[in-house]
Structure formats: structure tokens, C-alpha cells
């Protein structure tokens, strides 16, 4: 397993969750290239939610969490994370982390990630 994705759960409409992605040895250069939080609902496709550049110093956010979501990550760890606020029952989907050997141009599309986690679920309740 080159991702590890945890923190998911089972929160009231409003409430919080902060997922952890942590990369192994065999993500390689995981902490050298932007990495990013994909999420899938049930029937639909797995859809862009947020990206962080190599030292954190670039986030981007997809307009469904804009606001309300923050991607950060500590290099020294290995580890990327996901804090979410203000929980809507739309968020309900399985988080994926994702991450990527080189460069490239593109943060938000799934081809241009080379290894992902095995997915962590949210469900928010209404």
C-alpha cells in the first residue's frame, strides 16, 4: 500500500472530520509533487475536491468546498491531510488521496496521479 487514507466517519449535518493521508516508503516522491483529495458518491464519479503543491504553499479547492475545507500536509511526515468544516449531507462520499511521481501541469484531473489510498468513507447525516 503506497497511501494510507484514515479519519472518516459518521458526523451530524455541520459537523467536522480531518482526514489523514500517510505515504509509505513506496510513494515515491510523494512529498516532492502536488497531491490532492478525490471523493466518489454512490452512482457517480469520482470528482476533484482539493490540491496542495509540494510545500503547501499553493492550495486549490474545488467550488463545492471552497471555504470550508483545508488541505495541508507536513513533508517531514510523509502525510497529507484533509480538514472539513461545516458538513453537508452532499459531502457523504468515500475519500480518496492521491499522489504523483513528477511534475505536471494539471492538479485537478484523476489520470495525472500515479498511486491513490484505498479510501476512507464520510457519511454526514441530515
Known amino acids: 500500500v503506497q497511501l494510507q487514507a484514515s479519519g472518516g466517519g459518521l458526523v451530524p449535518a455541520g459537523g467536522s472530520l480531518k482526514l489523514s493521508c500517510a505515504a509509505s516508503a513506496s510513494a515515491r516522491a510523494f512529498s516532492a509533487n502536488t497531491a490532492a483529495w478525490f471523493r466518489q458518491a454512490p452512482g457517480k464519479e469520482r470528482e476533484f475536491v482539493a490540491a496542495i503543491n509540494w510545500n503547501g504553499a499553493n492550495t486549490y479547492y474545488s467550488d463545492s468546498v471552497k471555504g470550508r475545507f483545508t488541505i495541508s500536509r507536513v513533508n517531514a511526515r510523509d502525510t497529507m491531510y484533509l480538514q472539513m468544516n461545516s458538513l453537508k449531507p452532499e459531502d457523504t462520499a468515500a475519500y480518496y488521496c492521491?499522489?504523483?511521481?513528477?511534475?505536471?501541469?494539471?492538479?485537478?484531473?484523476?489520470?495525472?496521479?500515479?498511486?491513490w489510498g484505498q479510501g476512507t468513507q464520510v457519511t454526514v447525516s441530515s
Open positions: 492521491a499522489g504523483r511521481r513528477r511534475s505536471r501541469e494539471n492538479y485537478a484531473r484523476l489520470l495525472d496521479y500515479d498511486y
